[in-house]
């Protein structure tokens, strides 16, 4: 019904950058916020920053000053841009998505498949 594209990650040296993209599609939709989210191994998943539909952020404290998040609600996407990567930002980032589907009259929650990010140098 509703399906996460996600697009961006890489390899990159510790001080690059790297920008994640996240297209939602399929039934029609009405998209409440947008985030994304990572997860290191052996680690749980956490939240690194949302954007809701009025434009309104949040931010992991350790991404502030570093990270932008942004969305295109005309394409129903959602960005990543990561500066001033570090090692410690090495993780498998998801896309997350809370929207009501009106085609099943219900609000609910999807996942991207995930996309690898890694700093090293």
């Known amino acids: 019904q509703v399906q996460l594209v996600e697009s961006g990650g890489g390899l990159v040296q510790p001080e690059g950058s790297l920008n994640l993209s996240c297209a939602a599609s399929g039934s029609t939709f009405r998209i409440y916020a947008m985030g994304w989210y990572r997860q290191a191994p052996g680690r749980q998943r956490e939240l690194v920053a949302t954007?809701?539909?009025?434009?309104?952020?949040t931010y992991a404290d350790s991404v502030k000053g570093r990270f932008t998040i942004s969305r295109d609600s005309a394409k129903n996407t959602v960005y990543l841009q990561m500066n001033s990567l570090k090692v410690e930002d090495t993780a498998v980032y998801y896309c997350n998505v809370d929207l009501f589907l009106l085609s099943a009259f219900r609000r609910g929650t999807y996942w991207g498949q995930g996309t690898q990010v890694t700093v090293s140098s």
């Open positions: 954007i809701n539909s009025g434009g309104s952020t």
